[in-house]
């Protein structure tokens, strides 16, 4: 799915538009949390085609966006990062949105049009 479909789905605005090219990228997964040591460990590849879900809002979820390479991240419940961290995405090239949808419905909507979750092959 597009990320401009993705967007208009989950009537998300942006925070940081940081990378125009990537509105027209196909995203075909995505990763909901808000333990960045779970994106860490679970994102293992296909990060070009990642979308990471969450609410939490500091420069942690930029950091680990840089750390596996996602440019799209979707805040859910309405959050918004403060201005600091939109200067350190806009330097990153990380595209910011925020949707007023909970993480669940945020993830069911995405899922419901072909935006499969991360596989994880095994529980430890």
Same mark, same amino acid.
């Given at each position: $799915?597009?990320?401009?479909? =993705? ?14 090219? %990537? ?12 333990? $960045? ?5 679970? =994102? ?8 990471? =879900? ?25 959050? %918004? ?16 949105? +925020?949707? %007023? ?16 979750? =991360?596989?994880?092959? +095994?529980?430890?």
């Amino acid at each position: $799915m597009k990320a401009l479909d =993705i967007i208009e789905l989950v009537k998300a605005e942006p925070l940081a538009l940081c990378n125009e090219r %990537r509105l027209n990228h196909d995203y075909s997964l995505a990763f909901a949390t808000d333990l $960045m040591s779970d994106a860490l460990a679970m =994102i293992q590849d296909n990060f070009d085609h990642t979308v990471l =879900i969450t609410g939490l809002c500091n420069d942690q979820v930029l950091r680990t966006a840089e750390m596996l390479d996602i440019e799209f991240v979707i805040f859910v419940r309405g959050k %918004r990062l403060p201005e600091s961290s939109l200067e350190i995405a806009e330097d990153m090239g990380i595209n910011l949105y +925020s949707t %007023r949808y909970t993480m669940y419905e945020t993830c069911g909507l995405l899922y419901q049009n072909g935006v499969k979750g =991360i596989h994880v092959n +095994s529980l430890t």
